[in-house]
């Protein structure tokens, strides 16, 4: 396990109450907090081992004791059968995913601001190594995932595929201090809680779903209307069916804020996913219409031609495991993802930007992420949010407009870039 925050921290909890399956090591950059993700799960301090040194590391798994660490570097290189990463840093990710499939692991991601940058090619890679990679089970994308195999191997046709969100009309501009209490009272650090309030986790989530099921957002942004779970097959529907949408085949998502600035709890489909289906086949819609008549299964009336598919809930970090398992045991991602980019989260001004400005990156104070159709991104020279986080900005930009690569001094000596370059040419 690479990053020991909530995530993390939730997953070593989940798996310690499991038969089948254990965390032998864990990196953060606080070694204490790795070290207590073993000694609060039942090990005893003498029997584990704290060491930045392959060594020392290597040695100790043999002898049967786990690994506590503040080298990220270090748990790919160990005879261990997975690696999740869950660090949130896209530079970090895309290393430890890295250089967990040359090794001939798997590589399990949390972190999905580094997919949404290089996971095309790191699924590339898997696969020539006999590897797999995969998002995870239990966050928002692991579950549509799940939700659009069941229903393409039924053969349903998906209209549209989402998640539920809560975004308030300011909170694209929302800056850390805003939600510091409920972040803390979430035990998450300010700045990741904020990038969930200001759109940009709920964004990157998306493209992350439009890469893996070939289904590009809907418009830059999606729509994302007020709409409850009740509504979810009128809302998303084609335009000529009485909907919003211009075609089919879209990811987008559903607030639980009505355009007022009105928080509705009620028939909310966040924190849950959904996906709208429908099919070609008079006898399948015959049969759909009758299973969502009023009160059968407490639904409301359907008649078609859409039927929105609601699950309430993500248990984010608790059904990691599964991802795990499927991985070793049946060489199989959590939602395969094959080809180049269907979409791009871009990056946006939060602010004014003055030359000299510092980007921040996801949940700061300086910019914001949106998804964006990846041929529009490539035509406008969009910057990808994976490299927002460093570099200054040489020019000025106001406030919500979409920075280009021309705008921002980005370093060109990291290993995301050179992947990212790689990436391009690969899928160009």
């Not at 993700?37 to 039942?42: K, Q, S």
């Not at 797999?132 to 928002?140: E, F, M, P, R, S």
């Not at 059968?296 to 859409?306: A, E, K, L, S």
């Amino acid at each position: 396990m690479v990053g020991i925050g909530r995530m993390g921290r939730g997953i070593v909890d989940q798996i310690a109450t499991m038969v089948g399956i254990r965390v032998m090591a864990a990196a953060d950059l606080d070694g204490q907090r790795a070290l207590a993700a073993f000694t609060e799960n039942g090990w005893d301090r003498d029997q584990i081992c704290l060491t930045d040194v392959l060594g020392e590391a290597i040695d100790a798994l043999q002898a049967g004791r786990p690994v506590a660490t503040q080298d990220s570097r270090l748990l790919p290189q160990l005879e261990l059968e997975a690696v999740v990463e869950s660090t949130g840093d896209p530079g970090t990710g895309a290393e430890v995913a890295a250089a967990t499939i040359e090794h001939g692991r798997h590589a399990v991601m949390l972190n999905v601001e580094a997919d949404v940058v290089v996971g095309p090619l790191l699924a590339e890679r898997a696969r020539q190594a006999g590897a797999v990679y995969t998002l995870a089970a239990g966050d928002q994308p692991g579950a549509i995932f799940e939700m659009a195999e069941w229903a393409r191997t039924l053969g349903f046709e998906i209209v549209c595929a989402g998640r539920g969100t809560v975004l308030f009309p300011d909170d694209r501009h929302a800056t850390p201090e805003k939600y510091a209490e409920m972040a803390l009272r979430n035990h998450m650090n300010p700045k990741m809680y904020n990038e969930f309030r200001d759109g940009t986790k709920s964004q990157l989530e998306m493209v992350a779903v439009s890469n893996v099921l070939r289904m590009p957002p809907a418009v830059r942004g999606m729509h994302e209307p007020f709409c409850g779970w009740p509504e979810l097959g009128r809302v998303f529907a084609l335009r000529k069916d009485g909907g919003i949408l211009e075609r089919s085949g879209v990811v987008d998502m559903a607030n639980a804020v009505a355009g007022e600035g009105r928080y509705v709890h009620q028939d909310k489909v966040f924190p849950g996913v959904f996906v709208v289906i429908t099919s070609p086949h008079a006898g399948v819609r015959s049969v759909m219409g009758s299973l969502f008549e009023p009160g059968f299964g407490g639904t409301p009336q359907q008649p078609g031609p859409n039927w929105g598919l609601f699950r309430p809930y993500h248990l984010a970090a608790v059904e990691v495991p599964m991802s795990i398992a499927r991985a070793v045991v049946q060489k199989r991602p959590t939602g395969e993802l094959r080809g180049g980019p269907v979409a791009e989260l871009i990056t946006l001004a939060k602010r004014d930007l003055s030359p000299g400005d510092a980007l921040d990156g996801g949940g700061g104070y300086t910019v914001y992420g949106m998804s964006e159709r990846a041929e529009v991104a490539r035509a406008g020279n969009l910057l990808p949010f994976g490299f927002a986080y460093g570099g200054r900005v040489r020019r000025s930009v106001p406030r919500d407009q979409a920075l280009t690569w021309d705008d921002v001094e980005v370093d060109t000596t990291t290993p995301l870039y050179a992947m990212r370059e790689e990436q391009d040419r690969l899928f160009s």
